[in-house]
């Protein structure tokens, strides 16, 4: 069997249950996070209304020739923008203005005007000159209603489900832990064991006082967990040559340098952590047990990887229920420490940041056939990349035989797929490469469901949300930048080359 997933199907979650504590610690969470509020929490309206509506206009008409702007928080500058309206020969009806939420030491302005469609869309252009139009035939409920939701999500849409905006708010996703490492079903191999049970409550307890910025505790592994461990190493090993992806076998060598992966030791995740981010910017951190899909991806998002430290039972150490130690640090750390494969992995939890439930549970099947069970193609050859498979001797050679069905990966399709756990898969999905994947990914996240766009910044290790010319031009700003040195770079080398 193959190791099972941090995050499954709906259906698997379904049929698991919750734990008593996580769903605890869940509902003390939600009173502080029932929506997304951009990183902050919600809060009253803040803003001074000057109310020149003529008394009994319907209110049904406010907000088809009104416009929110944005400006610079100084003396004089509303009296500079309204002498727009003037020249333009517009009137208001009602105008309010408010702090800024998306851009400090800024103040938006909402204006609802008096005048006719022609006149209204001249008013726009000549405001494009001077100011920085947010929206427009916004009506005023819906700006007041902003204010309490400062990701900019009017009330007549979706409620965005809350998301990290930085990489510190993992923590809370992390530690939303739906059935921790301790809890064994019946059926595992270690359900009877006292000993083992004690183990990996041991581990439990480690992941849920971890912290983001804090090193990861080091384990004291004993004798029987790296006996197990080394009979994974040494048993995976024998096939990686002739069916793990160049990416793996390029990368095992390096963790075999930098992070002690061998038979007789089990690695820390803190040197795996560090030697990750120096290669793709992909960190580590230690979870106690399952994850819901939602929350896993919202680690990929900012390059961070949930990790198990548990090993499996020794008395069966060639299968697992659940993922441990050997499918993450085996299975997962060598291609993440590839900047392709990186860079897929983290767009796929970029495009679940605010997603419904729906399409976070067709990213997380995207994810579920790729990352994990993932097959590619190379010198006219099928490889491995996914690690359930790179981790599961039996699933691994079956796979890659003439027995598995193997079929194009199509984010449209793959989507549908059901995910298997406790059989092998009923098809794999092979990709030309990383590259592929990651465009077919990115074509397929234009379906997502939300009223806004993402980037991620590397510098503050936080989400921009773009939903306004503003933070759109922050970004094309930052793209300039780039470009820029890129050109100066090729103009050296045509100096250089004497082209």
Same mark, same amino acid.
Not at 71 to 87: S, T
Not at 174 to 203: C, T, W
Not at 359 to 366: E, H
Not at 437 to 451: L, N, T, V, Y
């Given at each position: 069997?193959?190791?099972?997933?941090?995050?499954?199907?709906?259906?698997?979650?379904?049929?698991?249950?919750?734990?008593?504590?996580?769903?605890?610690?869940?509902?003390?969470?939600?009173?502080?996070?029932?929506?997304?509020?951009?990183?902050?929490?919600?809060?009253?309206?803040?803003?001074?209304?000057?109310?020149?509506?003529?008394?009994?206009?319907?209110?049904?008409?406010?907000?088809?020739?009104?416009?929110?702007?944005?400006?610079?928080?100084?003396?004089?500058?509303?009296?500079?923008?309204?002498?727009?309206?003037?020249?333009?020969?517009?009137?208001?009806?009602?105008?309010?203005?408010?702090?800024?939420?998306?851009?400090?030491?800024?103040?938006?302005?909402?204006?609802?005007?008096?005048?006719?469609?022609?006149?209204?869309?001249?008013?726009?252009?000549?405001?494009?000159?001077?100011?920085?139009?947010?929206?427009?035939?916004?009506?005023?409920?819906?700006?007041?209603?902003?204010?309490?939701?400062?990701?900019?999500?009017?009330?007549?849409?979706?409620?965005?489900?809350?998301?990290?905006?930085?990489?510190?708010?993992?923590?809370?996703?992390?530690?939303?832990?739906?059935?921790?490492?301790?809890?064994?079903?019946?059926?595992?191999?270690?359900?009877?064991?006292?000993?083992?049970?004690?183990?990996?409550?041991?581990?439990?307890?480690?992941?849920?006082?971890?912290?983001?910025?804090?090193?990861?505790?080091?384990?004291?592994?004993?004798?029987?967990?790296?006996?197990?461990?080394?009979?994974?190493?040494?048993? @995976?090993?024998?096939?990686?040559?002739?069916?793990?992806?160049?990416?793996?076998?390029?990368?095992?060598?390096?963790? +075999?340098?930098?992070?002690?992966?061998?038979?007789?030791?089990?690695?820390? @995740?803190?040197?795996?952590?560090?030697?990750?981010?120096?290669?793709?910017?992909?960190?580590?951190?230690?979870?106690?047990?399952?994850?819901?899909?939602?929350?896993?991806?919202?680690?990929?998002?900012?390059?961070?990887?949930?990790?198990?430290?548990?090993?499996?039972?020794?008395?069966?150490?060639?299968? +697992?229920?659940?993922?441990?130690?050997?499918?993450?640090?085996?299975?997962?750390?060598?291609?993440?420490?590839?900047?392709?494969?990186?860079?897929?992995?983290?767009?796929?939890?970029?495009?679940?940041?605010?997603?419904?439930?729906?399409?976070?549970?067709?990213?997380?099947?995207?994810?579920?056939?790729?990352?994990?069970?993932?097959?590619?193609?190379?010198?006219?050859? @099928?490889?491995?990349?996914?690690?359930?498979?790179?981790?599961?001797?039996?699933?691994?050679?079956?796979?890659?035989?003439?027995?598995?069905?193997?079929?194009?990966?199509?984010?449209?399709?793959?989507?549908?797929?059901?995910?298997?756990?406790?059989?092998?898969?009923?098809?794999?999905?092979?990709?030309?490469?990383?590259?592929?994947?990651?465009?077919?990914?990115?074509?397929?996240?234009?379906?997502?469901?939300?009223?806004?766009?993402?980037?991620?910044?590397?510098?503050?290790?936080?989400?921009?949300?773009?939903?306004?010319?503003?933070?759109?031009?922050?970004?094309?700003?930052?793209?300039?930048?780039?470009?820029?040195?890129?050109?100066?770079?090729?103009?050296?080398?045509?100096?250089?080359?004497?082209?």
């Amino acid at each position: 069997m193959q190791p099972a997933m941090m995050m499954f199907s709906s259906k698997y979650w379904s049929r698991r249950g919750m734990s008593l504590d996580s769903a605890m610690f869940d509902q003390q969470n939600r009173q502080h996070q029932q929506r997304h509020t951009g990183g902050q929490m919600s809060r009253r309206t803040s803003f001074c209304p000057i109310n020149e509506k003529p008394d009994g206009e319907n209110a049904e008409d406010s907000g088809k020739t009104a416009v929110v702007f944005s400006l610079k928080n100084e003396v004089g500058c509303l009296v500079k923008a309204l002498r727009l309206f003037q020249e333009r020969r517009v009137n208001l009806n009602h105008i309010e203005s408010r702090m800024s939420k998306r851009v400090p030491n800024e103040v938006e302005i909402f204006a609802d005007c008096k005048c006719s469609k022609k006149d209204f869309n001249e008013l726009l252009q000549h405001l494009k000159d001077h100011v920085n139009i947010i929206s427009f035939n916004t009506p005023a409920h819906v700006w007041s209603a902003e204010a309490a939701c400062p990701c900019g999500v009017s009330s007549d849409e979706e409620d965005v489900p809350w998301f990290p905006m930085k990489i510190s708010e993992l923590d809370q996703c992390s530690h939303r832990v739906l059935m921790y490492g301790s809890e064994l079903d019946a059926d595992h191999p270690g359900f009877k064991d006292n000993i083992y049970r004690q183990r990996r409550k041991y581990f439990v307890e480690v992941a849920m006082n971890y912290k983001f910025g804090q090193p990861i505790p080091r384990i004291d592994y004993t004798p029987e967990e790296v006996k197990t461990w080394g009979v994974v190493f040494r048993e @995976l090993t024998k096939l990686y040559p002739t069916h793990a992806c160049r990416e793996y076998l390029k990368n095992l060598p390096l963790l +075999t340098k930098h992070c002690g992966y061998r038979e007789d030791n089990i690695p820390q @995740l803190e040197d795996v952590s560090h030697f990750l981010r120096e290669r793709s910017g992909f960190t580590v951190r230690p979870v106690a047990g399952y994850l819901s899909p939602r929350d896993f991806l919202a680690g990929l998002a900012y390059r961070v990887f949930n990790c198990t430290q548990y090993i499996r039972h020794s008395t069966d150490p060639l299968y +697992t229920p659940e993922p441990d130690t050997c499918h993450e640090l085996l299975g997962h750390v060598p291609l993440l420490a590839d900047p392709k494969f990186a860079q897929f992995s983290q767009e796929i939890g970029l495009a679940s940041l605010g997603a419904t439930d729906e399409d976070v549970q067709k990213l997380a099947t995207c994810y579920f056939f790729t990352i994990e069970f993932g097959l590619c193609k190379q010198d006219g050859q @099928l490889r491995a990349y996914g690690a359930g498979l790179l981790s599961s001797i039996g699933e691994l050679r079956h796979a890659l035989s003439d027995k598995a069905c193997v079929k194009m990966f199509d984010p449209k399709t793959t989507c549908n797929q059901e995910c298997l756990i406790t059989t092998f898969q009923e098809v794999y999905f092979v990709s030309e490469s990383f590259e592929e994947a990651k465009e077919k990914m990115r074509e397929f996240a234009k379906s997502i469901k939300r009223p806004f766009s993402v980037y991620y910044n590397p510098y503050t290790q936080s989400v921009d949300l773009l939903k306004d010319t503003r933070s759109i031009e922050n970004v094309v700003q930052d793209l300039r930048s780039d470009l820029t040195t890129v050109c100066d770079a090729l103009g050296k080398m045509n100096t250089y080359l004497g082209i």
